[in-house]
């Protein structure tokens, strides 16, 4: 048993044949996922995981764990430190020594990590909205610490940050700067130019910048939109800048709970670890290899994930341009979630009303600060998600 457990460390293992079936829907109902069970009422297009079985390589490193049997308290094997080392250096260009990472058991913690490490009573931390809710609550986990938001705007070609609004909103007690790229809701992937300009803004107000990257895998065109991790700004920035990533959004493992933050400089990685406390419980021992298989050998299933994820991005922004109206939608870069601009319906809480109207469940884009919009998650079947818009047309 020990053996089979040593074989999912070796780097030079074949990943099994993949299957590759996006179509087939598989039951989740009754499964205790909160995306299905929550509202089992609903027909559910909300929380950000997708309704595909995880890539063949992965449930194989699953299956050896649960063979050997027991699951005591784990730490991250050699195997994942390498797998995590060599997926920074192949596909983020960034080298990173097992000692600037810190293994975590999910990414939201991280950001509320930061927000305690590196705010005090009366400080402040930024975001840009709309965001991922988390990122306008985690202020409430540290003492006394309030929210300065701004809004992203459309300068024609792209959402971009509003550089005048962010000056004139910072204040001399903002501390933490977070920054999500590839942007969830906006599908939006940050260019080489905006991330380094957000850099300096950073290095200007003296803010830590945190940058969720964890939808990084999950761009559709990585030629056009290329991401620049924050791994990749120049050395100066180092004792600034803490990167947040893990593999459970692409590879639909999000429910295992892990995720790791790169701190390559001692002082900031210090103090964010030392307000982990006691808060934090031991990592889940099937996660680790769960993410060592993931960037191991899941690459070939990410590439036909999102050529998949690809068309149905495709269908649906024409879906919502051709037969939505009062609802417009703008081709999203990245993430498997589309975020649409319901205002020209005219009331108050679209998702409230699709779930009225059509027994939808959205997700609303007020706990993203952005009301009057919806987030519809298509990583699914595309026969479900054809369902799940013609519900929506039917109550237009
Ligand atoms: C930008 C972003 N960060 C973090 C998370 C959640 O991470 P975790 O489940 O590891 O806490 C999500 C989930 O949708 C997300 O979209």
Known sequence: MISALENSTTSDEKPSAMISDFDTLIPRRGSGCIKYDRRPELDPFWVADM???????????????VDHGIFGYAHAH??????????????????????HIVH????????????????????????????????????HDATAVSLITVDHVWDGCGWTFDWEAMEQAITPATRVFLLCNPQNPLGKVYSKSEVERLATFCERHDLMLVSDEIHCDLIFDETATPHFSALNLPERFAPRTITLLSPSKTWNIAGLGYA????????????FCAARGHTLSEINALSYYAAEAAYRHGEPWRRELMAYLRE??????????????????????????????????????PALHFEKKAGLFLSDGAYFGWPGFIRFNFGCPRARMMEGLGKMIDAL
């Open 51 to 65: 309704d595909f079985a995880s890539a063949p390589a992965i449930l194989e490193a699953l299956h050896r764990r």
């Open 78 to 99: 050699e195997g994942l430190n390498e797998a995590i080392h060599d997926y920074l250096r192949d596909r983020r260009g960034a080298s990173v020594a097992a000692e």
């Open 104 to 139: 975590l058991g999910g990414l939201v913690p991280a950001l509320s990590l930061a927000a305690r490490a590196f705010c005090k009573n009366g400080e402040a931390l930024m975001t840009c909205t709309p965001v991922y809710p988390p990122f306008l609550g985690v202020h």
């Open 260 to 271: 790791y933050a790169v701190i390559t400089d001692d002082s900031p990685r210090r103090r």
């Open 312 to 349: 149905n991005r495709d269908t649906l922004v024409e879906i919502i341009g051709s037969r939505c109206p009062g609802m417009s939608i703008r081709t999203g870069e990245a993430t498997y979630l589309a975020w649409i601009d319901a205002r020209g319906l005219g009331v108050d809480n």
